[in-house]
Every structure is written in structure tokens, then in C-alpha cells.
């Protein structure tokens, strides 16, 4: 059974440059979420979806970061234009229902993302 | 405004003791908690969770241990075994409101269990 997919797994971009995160949830799962890790902050929310539905985009750092979800196998984060500072790995993770049932939220491999 | 903290950035024991992970939290709306292992170049995986209406929860070598009125958890790890060397994130979620489901995260803490 596939888990959450995350594609790259590794992007080095120059400032500058507009840059797509993707991910593929667990098929059947409703919730999806955008995380982001630094040493200094850990593991942040950035924005989450229910049903295809942004619910809750508050951690979402500026105008220059942006998410979609246009169906429910498919999910893009982008950042435009990429600054140094926003270098980290991005996780994306999902799960099901709104958390009534289960709390537990399954997590992709990362896309570590580096800006020069 | 970190509302989960995880104190210690990193903990290193020998294998065969005990690891106690440690981990405070400010929302008293908080319901749900959960503990999360991530190792290097992968995601987090869900380890063990509790309840708010419990104080306690075990699940093989490992037990959480929840003190409401002190806004505390722990995570106890006994023995440890050298496989068990990651990240340890601790992880909380807020009943009813908006953001139903959202989880919030400490910071982590790196355990090294060494044989």
C-alpha cells in the first residue's frame, strides 16, 4: 500500500525562481496537510485542506507561498518568488477524516528544498 | 508563540536504560496528544498518542504519561535499544474551533541510545 508520495525529493533552486512542491496523499484520506522544518522551529503547519477545502492557511509565511488542491490525489505547494530564508524540508502529510476518527496524520518523505 | 515545547534539543542514554522524552504545553483547549519518531531523510511516523481523559497509555517498550494540571507529557522509552536513536516530536491537537484536526508540533528531540 502506497504511502503519502512527495516529488522532488531534492530541489536546489536559485533565488529568485518559482518553485512546485507536489504531493500525492493515501488514497481514501480527506485531510491534507503542508508542513515545513528548520532546526530553529521544528515542524510548522503551513496550510491544510479537508476535502479539497483550505480550512486553516495561518502558518503560511507571506504572499509568496501558495497551495492548491485541485482534487483529492493531488496537491501543490509553490513558492514564487524563492528567497534563501525559505530553505528547509517541506512535508506533506494526510489522513483520515477531520481528525473525529483517527488523529493520526501519515507522513511523506520530504522535499528538502535548498535556495542559493 | 510556541505552544508545544520541547525543551531538551537532545538526549543520549545507554542501551538497556530508560529514555524520557519530555514535552510542556500552554493550550488548555488542547484534547489530544501524540508522539511522532522521525529518522533522518524520511517523514515522521506516528509512534504512540493519549487522551486528554487519560493519564496514562502503554503500548510495548513504550508509555506516555500525561499531567493535565501541569500541562506536561512524557514519553518513556524502556529498554532502550540503539534502533531507537531519531527525532522525537511531540505533537498536540485542540478540540472543536475552525481547525478541528490540526496538529501542533514541538520542536523535537534528537535521542542517541548508544550500545
Known amino acids: 500500500d502506497a504511502g503519502v508520495i512527495q516529488s522532488p525529493r531534492h530541489e536546489v533552486t536559485e533565488m529568485g525562481q518559482e518553485v512546485t512542491l507536489r504531493c500525492k496523499p493515501i488514497s481514501g484520506h480527506n485531510s491534507l496537510f503542508w508542513y515545513r522544518q528548520t532546526m530553529m522551529r521544528g515542524l510548522e503547519l503551513l496550510i491544510y485542506?479537508?476535502?479539497?477545502?483550505?480550512?486553516?492557511d495561518s502558518g503560511m509565511p507571506e504572499d509568496r507561498f501558495s497551495a492548491k488542491m485541485p482534487n483529492a490525489s493531488f496537491s501543490t505547494l509553490k513558492i514564487q518568488p524563492s528567497e534563501p530564508r525559505d530553505s528547509a524540508v517541506y512535508f506533506c502529510a494526510s489522513s483520515l477524516g477531520s481528525g473525529l476518527v483517527s488523529y493520526e496524520q501519515y507522513f511523506g518523505p520530504g522535499t528538502r528544498l535548498t535556495v542559493t | 508563540d510556541q505552544q508545544v515545547k520541547q525543551n531538551s534539543p537532545s538526549l543520549s542514554v545507554q542501551e538497556g536504560r530508560i529514555s524520557i522524552l519530555n514535552c510542556d504545553y500552554t493550550n488548555s483547549m488542547f484534547d489530544y496528544f501524540l508522539w511522532y519518531k522521525k529518522y533522518p531523510a524520511e517523514g515522521p511516523t506516528f509512534l504512540i498518542s493519549?487522551?486528554?481523559?487519560?493519564d496514562k497509555n502503554e503500548d510495548g517498550r513504550f508509555t506516555v504519561f500525561l499531567n493535565k494540571s501541569a500541562k506536561h507529557l512524557s514519553l518513556h522509552i524502556v529498554p532502550s535499544q540503539p534502533g531507537d536513536s531519531a527525532v522525537y516530536f511531540c505533537a498536540a491537537r485542540a478540540s472543536g474551533g475552525t481547525s478541528y484536526g490540526k496538529l501542533t508540533f514541538g520542536q523535537g528531540t534528537i535521542l542517541t541510545v548508544h550500545p
Open positions: 493519549i487522551s486528554s481523559i487519560k
Open positions: 485542506f479537508n476535502n479539497n477545502v483550505p480550512i486553516d
